[in-house]
Nanobody, 121 residues
């Protein structure tokens, strides 16, 4: 069983910063890719940032230049550093992982439970 657990959300003023963490635990043979998505009330879940096993990143247009995804391979943790936060960044942020769960290379997608980020004065 694989679990993804996010932490680091909270309330921050516009222009402020937050750093989210996502710890991956369980029966893991490898990690193909990790990502962050977000969902605001009344809106669809959208891509924030993705980091693959080769170090390639992809960011949503609205966060480019402000957010940075990174990963600690030893700790099996992925981070999302968010700078210059705006009220429109308010959402529940979800961690997603494409995890290699067996010796044959089988890949399975997992989601965390989400962490609330609120940007407001």
């Amino acid at each position: 069983q694989v679990q993804l657990v996010e932490s680091g959300g909270g309330l921050v003023q516009p222009g402020g910063s937050l750093k989210l963490s996502c710890l991956v635990s369980g029966s893991i043979f490898g990690i193909r890719a990790m990502g962050w998505y977000r969902q605001a009330p009344g809106k669809q879940r959208e891509l924030v940032a993705v980091l693959d096993s080769g170090g390639i990143t992809n960011y949503g247009d609205s966060v480019k230049g402000r957010f940075t995804i990174s990963r600690d391979h030893v700790k099996n943790t992925v981070y999302l550093r968010m700078n210059s936060l705006k009220p429109e960044d308010t959402a529940v942020y979800y961690c997603n992982g494409i995890i290699i769960t067996g010796p044959t290379g089988r890949e399975t997608g997992y989601w965390g439970q989400g962490t609330q980020v609120t940007v407001s004065s």
